[in-house]
């Protein structure tokens, strides 16, 4: 009996660091990026993007304000910024995402609009939240993170904004990235 509790332990404790590590971000960046240049950022509409509904979007963007403003960042009241911020939901598996464009140089006027995100008529209720960043000034992609369960789309409004809370600190956990000695 001892030995098939013992089994039963290791099978859910397996299955829980799974889930664990499943939740946890990728990212990817510049390595030639000086991140500790950026002070400033200006929030842009990816206009091919999927977004969520405008309630939604505008939480989202309000505790991505909180955190980004924790990570030493403000936000820009003009058009001058150092960093282009814009995010995505994906349907489906974060791996089936396009990004043919990341690592090229980035046009705000062919792929973006400056103003606040969900504007546009696409509307998903969740998905992976995939959140960009570009250098203003080099038109180039320097950062980006996707998390797979950054909104839980069925919870009610003041849940939803506790795991929101939670996973977008985890989603910037590594911004700005450690510099390498």
């Not at 990817?28 to 500790?36: E, I, K, Q, R, T």
């Amino acid at each position: 009996m001892y030995k098939y509790f013992l089994l039963l332990a290791c099978v859910l404790l397996a299955l829980g660091v799974g889930r664990v590590a499943a939740q946890s971000p990728n990212y990817n960046f510049d390595s030639n990026a000086d991140f500790s240049k950026y002070k400033s950022y200006k929030w842009v509409s990816i206009e091919s993007a999927q977004h969520l509904d405008e309630l939604t979007a505008d939480q989202l963007i309000g505790t991505l304000d909180v955190e980004l403003a924790k990570k030493g960042l403000r936000k820009s009241p003009s058009d001058k910024a150092d960093l282009y911020i814009g995010y995505q939901i994906a349907r489906g598996n974060p791996k089936q995402l396009d990004h043919d464009e990341i690592g090229a140089p980035y046009e705000p006027p062919a792929g973006a609009t400056t103003g606040t995100a969900g504007e546009t008529s696409t509307t998903v209720h969740s998905g992976p939240l995939v959140l960009y960043m570009f250098d203003a000034a080099r038109n180039q992609l320097v950062w980006w993170s996707v998390l797979p369960d950054a909104i839980d789309a069925d919870a009610e409004p003041d849940k939803k904004q506790k795991h929101m809370d939670k996973a977008i600190a985890r989603l910037l956990k590594d911004y700005p990235p450690r510099k390498k000695p």
